[in-house]
């Protein structure tokens, strides 16, 4: 385990949601523009099942900002339709479909990791959801052989019948997909402060971790998304604040900088308010950083 937290030890991957509207390559000049080393953006419109086919020049302008800007880490999220656990037959196969062509645009891209939600029982059971995320998962193996995208299991809020809110949850996905294909975990500390995860103290952060490394395994955590949450521990509901001022508090992006084993994980903030204030959230959780080094010395 040693080994895979030191890997990116000098360097900090802290970026945010960008934006790819007229071209994949302008979420890369918008990271560079906040001051971010990494970014997540969408490679297709999110609210559209018929994604679009990247073109020969798309390819070289990404290629070329890649080159220009230094960004690495690089994480797609997948389409907001998308729900591969879906007990609703049509849906399955659009999703299916959609996701399959989400991978094939990563892997043209070289983008090394691909974040989706989990997907949502609608009115099937819980047990069922999750039975259908691991075979739409498991039909997938022979695409994501083509490429080295990892792909990243979102912790959800649970809102409605989401899954991917507790962490047994990922886990039986992950004990069953894992040994066949690339996978892991994106947290995002919005959505499990409102699944029930108290991360406000450094003494909760050490509980819910211990927790995830009993489940999960903290080897399988990739990524996180950086959110303060507008609503309370254990609510289910997904609202993003801006870092500090929401119901989470600073203290918990402060242990999230320092802590040995998160410090060198690539960070994405989805706050509220875009670029001016991701400028600011990323030079703050760079200082984070730089005072816990400091003191280290």
């Known amino acids: 385990m040693a080994s895979f937290f030191g890997r990116h030890m000098k360097k900090l991957w802290i970026g945010a949601h960008t934006s790819a509207a007229g071209g994949v390559q302008h979420a890369l000049y918008e990271g560079r523009e906040i001051g971010a080393t990494t970014v997540q953006l969408f490679t297709s419109n999110q609210k559209q099942w018929n994604g679009k086919t990247l073109g020969k020049e798309e390819i070289a302008a990404w290629e070329k900002a890649l080159a220009e800007t230094g960004i690495e880490q690089v994480m797609s999220h997948d389409s907001y339709l998308i729900n591969l656990g879906s007990c609703n037959e049509e849906i399955l196969i659009k999703s299916r479909k959609a996701f399959r062509e989400e991978i094939a645009r990563c892997q043209t891209l070289n983008i090394p990791y691909l974040n989706f939600h989990p997907g949502a029982a ?11 995320i691991v075979k739409s998962l498991l039909e997938l193996e022979e695409v994501i052989s083509k490429g080295k995208t990892r792909l990243l299991l979102e912790a ?109 994980l690539p960070k994405y903030l989805e706050t509220p308010e875009g670029p001016p204030l991701w400028k600011k959230e990323i030079e703050m959780l760079h200082q984070f950083a730089e005072k816990a080094a400091l003191h280290a010395h």
């Open 122 to 132: 609608t009115t099937g059971t819980v047990e069922e959801c999750l039975e259908t």
């Open 156 to 264: 959800t809020a649970g809102q409605g019948t989401s899954v991917g809110h507790r962490f047994e949850h990922l886990a039986y996905i992950l004990e069953r997909v894992l040994p066949r294909m690339p996978l892991g975990v994106c947290i995002d500390t919005c959505h499990i402060f409102v699944a029930g995860y108290d991360i406000r103290t450094k003494e909760g952060w050490e509980l819910v971790l211990q927790e995830f490394d009993r489940i999960v395994g903290l080897q399988n955590l990739y990524a996180f998304h950086v959110n303060d949450s507008m609503k309370e521990l254990g609510s289910r509901v997904d609202r993003h604040a801006p870092l500090g001022e929401g119901k989470i508090g600073i203290g918990a992006f402060q242990f999230l900088m320092t802590h040995p084993k998160l410090r060198p």
